[in-house]
């Protein structure tokens, strides 16, 4: 069984910010909690195809995506599987429905969260 709770899409100027939050659950079918190894984040613009935007994994080793590097930072709490994407110096260009993964035996998405950067 697989849960996510993502949170902090919304609408925002251009060179504002805004901060995802993504909770995530992995479970057997005997309710045994798997570890996550990778926590990640991607993004999908309209007309546009999926994009990494960052990842973290358990020991903290963090990759960002060169469009978003210096301006947004990836962070996770592993005790609690949370993973937090600070966005800074927003614009149009990051629009997009952002989706937390998780990677257990295999990945796992969540449902999304719609950001816009819009005037």
């Known amino acids: 069984q697989v849960q996510f709770v993502e949170s902090g899409g919304g609408l925002v100027q251009p060179g504002g910010s805004l901060r995802l939050s993504c909770a995530a659950s992995i479970s057997t079918s005997h309710a045994s909690i798997i570890s996550i190894n990778i926590m990640a984040w991607y993004r999908q613009g309209p007309g546009k195809p999926r994009e990494r935007v960052a990842s973290?994994?358990?020991?903290?080793?963090?990759n960002v995506g060169d469009s978003v590097k210096g301006r947004f930072t990836n962070s996770r709490d592993s005790a609690k599987e949370m993973t937090y994407l600070q966005m800074d110096e927003l614009s149009n260009e990051d629009t997009a429905v952002y989706y937390c993964?998780?990677?257990?035996?295999?990945?796992?998405w969540g449902q999304g969260t719609q950001v816009t950067v819009s005037s």
């Open positions: 973290i994994s358990k020991t903290g080793g963090i």
């Open positions: 993964g998780a990677l257990g035996s295999h990945w796992h």
